[in-house]
């Protein structure tokens, strides 16, 4: 069975676990998953979507690090923000032997997109807010795409779409970006997207937006 979601090495080396968005007082998006990363001391928006009945996901990178290694988390019944658990190990990047923190929403505008959507031609992400019409500059947005190879060992080098027996990433041109319900889609057109075990897009903007994706399949 393939996994729902890759995660580069060099971005998460040892996950930690999830924790499902339970809360409506953590911004736009409960109902979706909280990833975290024990190596690295910090945390995703997960994005779950399904084509066909078969999952696939992408992750968004959220601000701020944790003092040791994140790996349980959950969302409290009496304030509805998020307690981490994180502790000390092997590959930690974390300052701390262990800690307990709280990640809170406190408002204001939410840049990062609540839905994520493959399509056969390109990639379509929500917003809760209206983002500002910079996000619709392809001249502002990096993609690029490659794969793995699954064996014993620990993780996997990065190998090239278009030459696979070469190490290395590809990168994707992004032929448009449209900006569609007042700011609150936009549609980033791909022609060269296709089933991939990892496709990183990367909106060097004023609201900075990462995302590591997994395609399995294409939609409509």
Sequence with gaps: VEPMLYMPRGIDNSSGGQTYISSDKWGPVKGQWVH???GFASHFLLLREVINGKSQAAAVVLPGEF???AHRGNFSPFDGQLYVGSSQGWGNYGVEDGAVQRVRYVGGHYPYPSSYETRENGILLSFNDAQSKEIADNNLWFAQHWNYRYS???????YS???PMKEGHDRLKIKSVQYLNEG??????????QPVDQM?????????VEVFA???QLGE
Excluded: N
């Excluded at 014993?152 to 990065?158: T, V």
């Excluded at 609150?184 to 997207?193: G, M, R, S, T, W």
């Excluded at 990183?200 to 609201?207: A, D, I, M, P, T």
């Design 161 to 163: 779409v278009e030459q």
């Design 152 to 158: 014993a060992a620990y993780g996997s080098k990065e």
């Design 36 to 38: 975290f990363s024990m």
């Design 214 to 216: 997994t395609i399995h």
């Design 200 to 208: 990183h897009l990367y909106f060097k903007g004023e609201s900075k």
């Design 67 to 69: 003092l040791s290694g």
């Design 184 to 193: 609150k889609k936009i549609f980033l057109e791909i022609p060269q997207i």
